[in-house]
């Protein structure tokens, strides 16, 4: 089982995606609404000399979206797929990244098999 964390910029694909992943049984994920460290600095007050760095931000873009789901290992390979599809690719700027990390323990996960 791994653990995937997808840190998506472009949220305006949030929507096709969560009913991209539904549609391929990929379901039970979390969003939660984040904020890159770019961001956060510029907004703390202390440091506004940083405030050249909004110039290489997208001012359209203040926070951007987390998912975070557990699932099993080989369908890593299709919340990819459908992220990829969806956004455009992962490769283009300011479009979001993902990673997986393996799941050494859990509980609670209801096996819709039983």
């Known amino acids: 089982m791994q653990l995937v964390f997808i840190v998506l910029n472009k949220t305006e694909c949030l929507k096709e995606i969560l009913m991209e992943f539904y549609d391929a049984g990929i379901k039970g994920a979390t969003v939660i609404e984040t904020s890159g460290m770019a961001r956060c600095l510029i907004e703390m007050e202390e440091l506004k000399f940083l405030g050249s760095l909004n110039l290489l931000l997208d001012p359209e873009h203040r926070h951007n979206k987390t998912i975070f789901l557990a699932t099993e290992d080989n369908m890593v390979k ?3 797929e459908i992220l990829n599809r969806v956004t455009g690719g992962l490769h283009l700027p300011d479009t979001g990244v993902m990673f997986a990390v393996p799941i050494s323990y859990a509980e609670g996960f209801v ?4």
């Open 78 to 80: 299709k919340v990819s």
């Open 111 to 114: 096996n819709e098999s039983e």
